[in-house]
């Protein structure tokens, strides 16, 4: 099925580990992002890729890298994981075109730090 | 830059009761404007975008928004609640032609619907 697609969709982490949160979209959008998901808080962008090859921070970076490697994929990696990273966290990937203009998300990912 | 503002972070209605939730924007260029529901331990649905077209949006579910530039604003309203309807409600604004078209969320409102 088309669409984002997030993996893993549950992790565990102590603090210090590290992990890597993968994101794939296949519909051929130039466009896409990591958001958090925190209680109160909305969703708030961490980093974005406007196209392949190019890479922004968004409102949270902190504690985060990302890479863009290939148009299709986008992932997220946590060097150092803290309890303060524990959230939602959800890739979206975007089209323009038209006069039209639409998101996709992927259905997040569910990591705790302890 | 763009940001949005949801007033209120919890509203609750009766059944059958007109639901409004309010949504400011502020932009710098002309926004895309969005409505997404979020349920319970699941992910995000989109309700209703507005895209400079006609300034009334009609979305799924009986919902409407609509955009009101001297105002700034876009909220959501539907006539009649459902006890379905309760979740989190968020607003985003967007620009695409400015800085990769990052997608901006207000904090979310909660909607409680009381039978």
């Known amino acids: 099925n088309a669409g984002v697609t997030q993996t893993p969709k549950f992790q565990v982490l102590k603090t210090g580990q590290s992990m890597t949160l993968q994101c794939a979209q296949d519909?051929?959008?130039?466009?896409m992002y990591w958001y958090r998901q925190d209680p109160g808080m909305g969703l708030r962008l961490i980093y974005y890729s406007a196209s392949e090859g190019t890479t922004d921070k968004g409102e949270v970076p902190n504690g985060y890298n990302v890479s863009r490697l290939n148009k299709r994929e986008f992932s997220l990696r946590l060097e150092s994981a803290a309890p303060s990273q524990t959230s939602v966290y959800f890739c979206?990937?975007?089209?323009?075109?038209?006069?039209?203009?639409?998101?996709?998300f992927g259905s997040g990912t569910r990591l705790t730090v302890v | 830059a763009q940001s949005v503002t949801q007033l209120g972070s919890h509203v609750s209605v009766s059944e059958g009761a007109l639901v409004l939730l309010r949504c400011n924007y502020s932009?710098?260029?002309?926004?895309?404007l969005f409505w997404y529901v979020q349920y319970p331990n699941q992910g995000l649905q989109l309700l209703l975008k507005?895209?400079?077209?006609?300034?009334l949006v009609k979305g799924i579910n009986g919902f409407e928004a609509e955009f009101k530039k001297s105002e700034t604003s876009f909220h959501l309203t539907k006539p009649s609640a459902h006890m379905s309807d309760a979740a989190e409600y968020f607003c985003a604004v967007s620009a695409y032609y400015n800085q990769g078209g990052k997608l901006i969320f207000g904090q979310g409102t909660e909607l409680s619907v009381k039978p």
């Open positions: 507005y895209t400079s077209a006609a300034t």
């Open positions: 519909m051929n959008h130039n466009s």
């Open positions: 932009s710098s260029v002309p926004p895309y």
């Open positions: 979206a990937s975007n089209y323009y075109g038209q006069g039209s203009v639409g998101y996709t």
